[in-house]
């Protein structure tokens, strides 16, 4: 009896431990996994991508009144929960999104992808997770052969060089304008308004447009917005810091743009 209290003490002196310690890791494996450290370089717009989560969503969950952070701030970021997908033969992010109610840049950012090529049996984190018809986006029938060129010179102009995603999103923005009552409700007219591109007042917009162009005027006319929405994109680096363009609210960074609403 005695050596079976021996042992059973013994026990429960290594085993309790082994407990605590694992009790301990858990709690700081979730803790990493909500909060995470600036670090220099950062923005909200790359700690999203490594996160599966938008810009504009960290901002809002850190209650931050602008894209501004520095080095060794703790940032907490929100589980985002959501359900998988497995691609099948002839998908394409934005055929999924619609399935789901969402655009192919919100499956891209959630699932860290730096382009929109998939391949059949990828597994996709799909966030919000409930399968429903998707809302009408408008598809390329509602447009014209004249609104893709002017959305390609757009394009073109505003955003060559910049990533792919970046030219969609530039063009969706074009597009989204035209459902907004404070503005033309026809691309020609939203893109020719009195200083609302600086290509059209330097030119640049009558540039011939290249293949990339076109493709992204498509996409955004198919319904595909990188953007989230956005009506307004500036490069931060060109604009002045007393411009009235900052009042806006920032959804996302893509490239050398800012979108905003």
Known sequence: MAISRIKSTLLRLFVLPAFLLLGVLAFAGAAAAATCTVQPGDTLYL??????????????????????IYPGQSLWVPDQGGNTYVVQPGDTLFFIGQRY??????????????????????????????????PSRG????????????????????????????????????????????????????IYEVDAFTSVNDG??????????????????????????AIYFWNPAEVPGNSWVWTRTIITQIGNHVFAR
Not at 47 to 64: C, F
Not at 126 to 132: D, N
């Open 204 to 229: 640049q917009f009558y540039l011939t447009p290249d293949a990339t162009a076109y493709k992204a005027a498509r996409e955004a006319l198919r319904g595909y917005d990188p953007s989230g929405g």
């Open 139 to 190: 598809t390329s029938s509602d447009y014209s052969n004249d609104d893709l060129e002017l959305l390609a010179h757009m394009v073109y102009a505003e955003a060559r060089g910049e990533p792919y995603a970046g030219q969609v999103a530039v063009a969706a923005v074009a597009i989204n304008r035209t459902r907004d009552g404070r503005f033309p409700a026809t691309i020609a007219g939203v």
């Open 47 to 68: 700690i999203g991508q490594r996160y599966g989560i938008s810009a504009w969503e960290l901002q809002q969950a850190n209650s931050l009144n602008s894209t501004w």
């Open 101 to 134: 109610s969402l655009s192919a840049w919100e499956i891209m950012q959630t699932n860290g992808l730096s382009s929109d090529v998939i391949y059949p049996g990828q597994t996709l984190r799909i966030p919000g997770g409930s399968y429903q018809p998707a």
